[in-house]
């Protein structure tokens, strides 16, 4: 419980820290995209700092944390799962008996706790980045999609079906498998070492 709580807390924390390089990034992926851009052909975005300098001078102060609830609802799940759950798993997999798990089950437990954490996760990937892609060029902010985190899930649900909160999920699998695997064991290997 401690580690799993843990590794949520500390997810949480960076991602407060980095939430606005995350949406500079979503922004730098979509430009070109987003009708609201296209027809105003206001927002231009250049670079990583020229972006977040951008969203705030045209969509407010806030603008880079757009998304932010989702990106912590995330990060509580996903991390949670992927390291908090990986010493558990290993053992399920670790022969008994064994006196330490071999590189082989390290690398199933890595892979079966990242596609365990986006499977858990992967509603609020979604949420998270669609608030991040949205545009709010209004100050009233009246032309949003979403009132909030919730009904952005509700209204996901309603109008694309519930698998629509699931979208992108394998591809999102295969790349947080391969990067829990490279990331939690060779964490776990130099700490045994």
Not at 43 to 59: A, D, F, K, N, P
Not at 144 to 149: A, C, D, N
Request: with cysteine.
């Amino acid at each position: 419980g401690v580690k799993f709580l843990g590794a949520g807390t500390a997810a949480c924390f960076a991602d407060l820290l980095t939430f606005p390089l995350d949406t500079a990034k979503v922004r730098l992926q979509i430009q070109g995209e987003n009708p609201v851009a296209q027809t105003a052909r206001l927002v231009q975005y250049r670079g990583v700092l020229g972006t977040i300098l951008t969203m705030v001078r045209t969509e407010g102060l806030c603008s880079p944390y757009n998304g932010l609830v989702a990106g912590l609802q995330r990060q509580m799940s996903f991390a949670s799962i992927r390291i908090g759950l990986y010493d558990s798993v290993k053992q399920v997999y670790t022969p008994q008996g064994a006196d330490s798990s071999s590189l082989t089950t390290r690398i199933l437990a890595g892979c079966t706790t990242g596609a365990m954490a986006v499977t858990c996760a992967q509603p609020t990937d979604v949420v998270k980045v669609r608030f991040q892609a949205s545009i709010h060029l209004g100050s009233s902010g009246s032309d949003r999609k979403y009132s909030g985190t919730m009904d952005a899930y509700r209204t996901i649900a309603r109008e694309e079906g519930v698998r629509g909160l699931w979208k992108g999920t394998l591809p999102n699998i295969m790349r947080n498998a391969i990067v829990n695997c490279a990331e939690v064991v060779t964490y776990d290997i130099l700490k045994e070492k």
